[in-house]
């Protein structure tokens, strides 16, 4: 009932353009925060704003037991400094909670997620307070998972490795990577490392600071105003030494990264009912753009100073520096996609063999690299709970994400650091469209928006078709063609994988087909390269 009645209040107050004294209900309401939205008030440029909404000193439920604090922080904004994102976000809560609270534990969650069981902080406790383990634990790690979902997954957003295999294996070494969401820390552990702590500028700030004085007094709120100003952290070293990292879109996997590098340990925590439940998002655009921003803030830690192959496994040892590396050069894995994609179906258009004939022993070297990968792929996946459906496309996003997101975010990272403009930071959407989230339900792949993340598989799919139905008919028709199998093997899987592609450009009308203008710029690149192919080989 609050909820609805504040959404109510907040929309009327952004139709008006101002806030009406009925709205404000006490002088502390009107002091602290109201009197601070003026004219020039914006997203980017405006005062820190803090009101608690529920002291659990005095504030009941219906029944009349006590609520728990509920405090909403705005961050000071300014477009003169620099925000540094989520990471930015997390430290000024950091703080703000230190002074007026200071719990020694710490749970981060994303907007778009909820709790799925009350009984999670006492499980979380039992390990906390684990006398073996509470001494260098840093973080407890629950997997995400997700409502909402369709019956076969099409978009692969469970990302089952990611967020639950390979936890599994990180657990084995000094625990898993921190994910972002559904994660409990100790305060402790983002000040320093576990023998070498990082004093704080205030005593306020620090791990064992006692706060005796109520949320509300008068010197507490002016503190928490102060830590979460923008020019609080100059000259500190907040974002870098303490605190959520700085320097990488993905400030979860750099911020778990370098607390394990300071000698930290985790722990995944995978009980049978999911301890948190999240959204995914319902489009193809989407899913590719939340991917891509992934990549170019892996890219940024994989080549910064605390890179995860040479400061890794110094830090950490080989094991653990190579599990890091593993997602930390994720976005590589677009130039072996991209050469399988085009390079044998060009060949194939031009009658050219780049692989064994089936009489050659080498063939069948191949075809056990081929299938070992794909059966040890497919046994992980089913092992753990997954369908064949959705193994399929799991392996079908696979390839989408190299000849797209892969392909685009090593682009724009080698173009920012060569000093070139790009693209700023871009939230994932999750708002849901009827239409859209209908043809999700059916498990139909949405490629209404025309984005360039499109094109390279569009041309991919159109080569793949042309050169596997050009050898298929000239093998029918009695050409010898054994030199070509394994080029056709590969060229008809990759057909199977684009069949949404194929429907989308000829078989659909409604809004989520693929846009006109990406299917002819593919059809001419597509074109382009075979003639340019053609006089190559």
């Not at 719990?103 to 307070?129: G, H, V």
């Not at 105003?225 to 952290?233: D, F, I, K, L, T």
């Not at 070139?420 to 939230?427: A, K, M």
Request: with cysteine.
């Amino acid at each position: 009932m609050m909820y609805e009645d504040m959404k109510m209040k907040v929309e009327h107050v952004i139709d008006k353009g101002e806030v009406i004294e009925e709205y404000i209900s006490d002088d502390q309401q009107h002091d602290q925060a109201f009197n601070k939205w003026t004219k020039s008030f914006s997203r980017m440029d405006h005062p820190t704003v803090i009101q608690v909404i529920l002291d659990k000193s005095k504030d009941t439920d219906i029944s009349g037991q006590l609520m728990p604090n509920l405090i909403y922080v705005s961050r000071e904004k300014s477009k003169t400094s620099p925000h540094h994102f989520k990471a930015g976000a997390l430290n000024v809560l950091l703080r703000v909670s230190a002074v007026m609270t200071n719990a020694p534990i710490i749970l981060t969650q994303d907007c778009d997620m909820y709790s799925n069981d009350p009984q999670i902080p006492l499980r979380i406790l039992c390990y906390f307070s684990d006398p073996a383990l509470k001494s260098n634990l840093a973080f407890i790690q629950f997997p995400q998972r997700f409502h909402g979902l369709n019956r076969d997954d099409i978009y692969a957003s469970e990302y089952k490795r990611l967020f639950k295999i390979n936890s599994m294996g990180f657990d084995g070494l000094k625990g898993p990577n921190y994910v972002g969401s559904g994660c409990f820390f100790r305060r402790r552990a983002l000040l320093g490392g576990p023998s070498t702590p990082v004093p704080p500028e205030i005593p306020e700030l620090g791990p064992d600071h006692v706060v005796r004085k109520p949320i509300i007094s008068q010197e507490i709120l002016s503190l928490a105003h102060r830590v979460a100003g923008c020019n609080y952290e100059n000259q500190t070293g907040w974002g870098s030494q303490s605190g959520f990292r700085y320097g990488s879109l993905v400030e979860d996997f750099y911020t778990g990264y370098r607390l394990q590098c300071e000698g930290w340990k985790s722990l995944f925590c995978n009980p049978e009912r999911a301890a948190f439940l999240g959204d995914v998002p319902i489009t193809l655009f989407d899913v590719l753009s939340q991917c891509k921003r992934w990549c170019i803030g892996l890219f940024e830690v994989a080549f910064s100073k605390y890179n995860t192959l040479i400061f890794g496994s110094q830090s950490m040892g080989v094991l653990m520096s190579l599990a890091y590396s593993h997602y930390a050069l994720w976005p590589i894995w677009c130039i072996p996609v991209t050469f399988y994609s085009f390079l044998p179906q060009l060949a194939l258009l031009n009658q050219v063999g780049i692989f064994p004939k089936i009489t050659e022993p080498w063939f069948f070297l191949y075809v056990f690299l081929f299938l070992g990968a794909y059966g040890q792929d497919f046994l992980d996946f089913v092992l753990d709970g997954g369908t064949v459906r959705k193994w399929w496309n799991a392996q079908r996003m696979w390839m989408i994400r190299g000849l797209s997101c892969y392909l685009f975010s090593s682009i724009e990272y080698l173009l920012k650091s060569v000093g070139i403009s790009t693209h700023g930071f871009s939230l994932t959407s999750k708002v849901v469209d009827d239409e859209q989230s209908k043809r999700y339900g059916q498990g139909i792949f949405e490629f209404g928006v025309p984005s360039p993340l499109f094109v390279p598989l569009t041309v991919a799919a159109i080569i793949n078709l042309f050169s596997f139905l050009l050898v298929l008919t000239q093998s029918f028709s009695g050409k010898n063609t054994e030199g070509l199998c394994l080029q056709m093997i590969l060229t008809g899987s990759i057909v199977l994988n684009c069949l949404p592609v194929y429907g989308a450009i000829g078989l659909r009308n409604d809004a989520g087909k693929m846009p006109t203008q990406i299917t002819i710029i593919s059809t001419f690149v597509s074109v382009a390269l075979y003639y340019a192919s053609s006089l190559c080989l």
